[in-house]
């Protein structure tokens, strides 16, 4: 057997805005932005903690989307995949976005 797939992380320059607006613009993926942001900076997350009550099937989609579009970085360990927000990548790439996401949920 071979070695599996390495999952999709593009470089900082290779994010797109289309492609994160498209990401962020689905309720739980921006809910996964904003339990990620609430964490210190460059926090890793089990993926099972982030939202306990989704079920896994659920998710798997939410984080493959999240990552392709540069807003997630995963790391498998075992059995287990970590996933950090890519703040930095992001703030750099498309000043204030993240903040405008975390904001959103304050006012509602």
């Known amino acids: ?3 599996p797939a390495t999952a999709l992380h593009p470089t900082r320059e290779q994010i797109q805005l289309v492609e994160v607006l498209a990401a962020l613009g689905h309720p739980v993926r921006a809910q996964i932005v904003r339990t990620l ?4 900076p460059g926090t890793e997350m ?7 009550d989704v079920p896994k099937s659920t998710l798997t989609n939410h984080w493959r989307v999240l990552r392709e579009a540069g807003v997630i970085v995963q790391r ?8 950090t927000l890519r703040r930095d990548d992001l703030d750099v790439r498309f000043p204030g976005l993240l903040d405008l996401v975390v904001q959103e949920s304050h006012a509602m």
Do not use: W
Request: charged residues 20%.
């Open 1 to 3: 057997m071979g070695k």
């Open 37 to 40: 942001s609430a964490q210190p």
């Open 46 to 52: 089990f993926c099972g903690s982030v939202l306990p």
């Open 76 to 83: 498998p360990e075992g059995r287990k995949l970590f996933i």
